[in-house]
């Protein structure tokens, strides 16, 4: 039977010219990559190739790796894009109020009565914050992933429950 395999980080961009890649990371600091030892790249969790992870590190805020093998950009400049992978059994444990990405992605986001608002299709980081993106059927709204907005997350659901401010999901924010 083989492995549930889960994201941790995507190859965003290459840096620099020996293979570089700024990454997205879905839940590990720089310092836990370090320690990631059996990893997959691809760009499904049915395509992968085995990989090594040979450095990794901070770039200010951002996470910088280094695959085995891939020593310049062009080489680099083929895998960007792609997924890194682990086991299911190796991912990192999170505590009850935190969850990653891949689980958030397509869960339902709706108000407190109810009501559909729309879909996750995406998370950003800012400087403040998480910024959830919701398809409605109107266009995407961009809904700051903190406290006075997020009221719970039911995973098992698929189902993200929000208090916005008012207007944002009717059209006066759109």
Do not use: W
Request: hydrophobic share 40%.
């Amino acid at each position: 039977m083989k492995k549930q395999l889960r994201a941790i980080a995507k190859l965003r961009k290459v840096f620099g010219l020996n293979g570089e890649f700024k990454i997205d990371s879905y839940s590990r600091t720089a310092e836990e990559f370090e320690l990631v030892e059996d990893v997959v790249m691809g760009m499904t969790e049915h395509s992968t190739i085995p990989c090594k992870i040979e450095s990794v590190k901070m770039r200010g805020e951002e996470i910088c790796l280094k695959l085995i093998g891939v020593d310049d950009k062009t080489a680099a400049d083929m895998l960007r894009g792609q997924f890194l992978f682990v086991e299911e059994s190796k991912r990192k444990k999170l505590s009850d109020k935190q969850f990653f990405i891949d689980e958030l992605i397509g869960c339902s986001v709706v108000d407190e009565r109810g009501k559909v608002l729309g879909m996750l299709s995406s998370i950003e980081t800012s400087p403040a914050h998480k910024v959830y993106n919701v398809r409605t059927s109107a266009g995407y709204v961009m809904l700051p992933a903190v406290p006075e907005f997020i009221v719970n997350v039911e995973i098992e659901k698929k189902k993200i429950v929000v208090r916005p401010p008012e207007g944002m999901f009717t059209g006066e924010m759109l």
